[in-house]
């Protein structure tokens, strides 16, 4: 079994314990009462290349990162210097906790991507309630009528999708699921392996009316300057930055390459 399907299952079990703690019902109140929350899709919008900064403790391909994961002080330091940030909340495998995004979203004003296995729309009321801006939905975990569904329900709620795809039969999925954001991973999921290249293939094919974003595997400013010359209209960059003593910095480079 590969991991993403290891982790899905996981997550499966997780939801119905959360369910139990809040039931959907009271979940669903709580995200139609949160407001004043930023546009992820105006974020991505912008001229030049937009950034999405990632605060993540661990990862299973490279195992903790960050022994001392200072999120908040980490998201200060993202405060000026990126577009968006993008929190991870799975809990096993990638040590992230759902209550980081409340607790981020009062110390910064820019918009929050949740990135976590998002597999029922009980954790899309869960990510407004908790004050996200947008959800990452990963096309290779759902059937196309969850797909549609679920970029309905974020859309009804005011938040964004950020539909990830892997290969081009991802990408048409997407697509004809109302997809207005794409996020173009680079990273195999299923060995881990890594290849830019793959944002070329793929974003090539991307309608010029929908935004496309290049994930994993951004590096250094001449990995940056690549992804300029292809149809990104921005990048997220995870483990670089979580890395880096100065994030401002970075994120400097990044937008000169």
Do not use: W
């Not at 105006?42 to 960050?66: R, V």
């Not at 569904?149 to 004809?176: C, K, W």
């Amino acid at each position: 079994m590969n991991i993403l399907k290891k982790i899905v299952i996981d997550k499966l079990g997780y939801i119905e314990m959360q369910k139990k703690i809040v039931c959907e019902m009271e979940m669903m109140k709580a995200a139609k009462d949160v407001t004043c929350i930023p546009s992820f899709k105006t974020a991505m919008s912008k001229e030049g290349l937009s950034i999405i900064g990632e605060i993540k403790k661990a990862s299973p391909s490279k195992g903790i990162i960050d022994p001392e994961f200072k999120y908040l002080e980490i998201a200060k330091e993202y405060n000026g210097c990126v577009d968006a940030v993008s929190v991870l909340t799975e809990e096993e495998y990638f040590m992230g906790k759902p209550e980081y995004i409340t607790q981020i979203h009062k110390s910064m004003k820019i918009p929050i991507l949740r990135k976590d296995f998002i597999i029922d729309s009980y954790q899309i009321f869960e990510s407004r309630a908790l004050g996200a801006s947008a959800v990452l939905l990963i096309t290779s975990i759902l059937d196309s009528v969850k797909l549609r569904n679920f970029i309905e329900l974020t859309d009804a709620l005011g938040m964004d999708s950020l539909v990830e795809v892997h290969n081009e039969a991802d990408l048409y999925r997407a697509l004809r699921a109302g997809a207005e954001i794409i996020g173009i991973n680079n990273r195999n999921l299923e060995d881990f392996s890594v290849d830019l290249q793959n944002t070329a293939k793929i974003g090539a094919l991307v309608p010029d009316n929908i935004l496309c974003i290049s994930e994993s595997g951004i590096k250094t400013k001449e990995d940056v300057a690549f992804i300029k010359n292809t149809r990104a209209d921005g990048i997220l960059v995870g483990e670089s930055f979580m890395l880096s003593s100065n994030k401002p910095e970075l994120a400097e480079v990044f937008r000169n390459a």
